[in-house]
């Protein structure tokens, strides 16, 4: 089956850096994607990962780690509009839908001033 | 830019009533998909489509189905709907050619069974 784990909320302050955890157990992998989710909107895409490493998108950044099941999303230099929920979804052949994803149950992100 | 739209923001209907959630995507994708959004549970996948005409169960398909006429519309159909329904409903586009493709979101629709 297919499992993936993030934490249900959490607390950061303005200016801060906050990382975001996600990890994932699944029958094969081809792929891990985060959204951002503000409250009452459409998620939209932030970043994609397939391979080992780091990928930077100005204040956002996405690491994975294909071995240890495990990818993080960074977000640098926190402003009140980041408050929202971050959705982690993995790909693999086993998993749902046309393209095999399937999503993990988001974070909720609190800014404070 | 990616367009998806979704035809209510807010829809209230009755038990029992037959409801129509449409969906349209402007670029010519060929995957859609209609998932439901509760709180602590996540985005739970219904229906999805290959491409026109084509339809697959999802996770939690029950009480649903769906039509694909057109490669740009895809609707959902709650045949008899009950308050259980009462979610938020997001439909969604991905195109094929390329395998890092994301899927793209609609605005969802908020729907309210009493």
């Known amino acids: 089956g297919q499992n993936i784990d993030q934490p249900t909320e959490m607390t950061a302050t303005e200016g801060a850096i906050v990382q975001i955890n996600c990890t994932y157990q699944t029958s094969g992998f081809n792929g891990l994607f985060w959204y951002q989710q503000h409250a009452g909107e459409a998620p939209t895409f932030l970043s994609y990962?397939?391979?080992?490493g780091l990928e930077e998108k100005g204040r956002f950044s996405s690491f994975l780690s294909r071995s240890k099941g495990y990818s993080y999303l960074l977000l640098k230099e926190l402003q009140m509009k980041d408050s929202a929920s971050y959705l982690c979804a993995v790909r693999s052949p086993s998993g749902g839908g046309a393209d095999g994803l399937t999503f993990g149950k988001g974070t909720h992100l609190i800014i404070q001033p | 830019d990616v367009k998806v739209t979704q035809s209510s923001r807010y829809l209230v209907k009755r038990t029992g009533e037959k409801v129509f959630l449409e969906c349209v995507q402007d670029m010519d994708h060929e995957n859609m998909f209609w998932y439901r959004q509760d709180p602590g549970l996540g985005l739970r996948l219904i229906y999805f489509s290959y491409d026109v005409k084509m339809k697959e169960k999802g996770d939690i398909p029950e009480g649903y189905s769906v039509s694909r006429e057109k490669k740009e519309r895809f609707s959902l159909i709650l045949e008899s709907a009950s308050t259980n329904q009462t979610s938020m409903y997001l439909c969604?586009?991905?195109?094929?050619?390329?395998?890092?493709?994301?899927?793209?979101f609609g605005d969802g629709t908020r729907l309210s069974i009493l």
């Open positions: 990962n397939v391979l080992d």
């Open positions: 969604a586009s991905r195109q094929i050619a390329l395998g890092n493709q994301p899927q793209h």
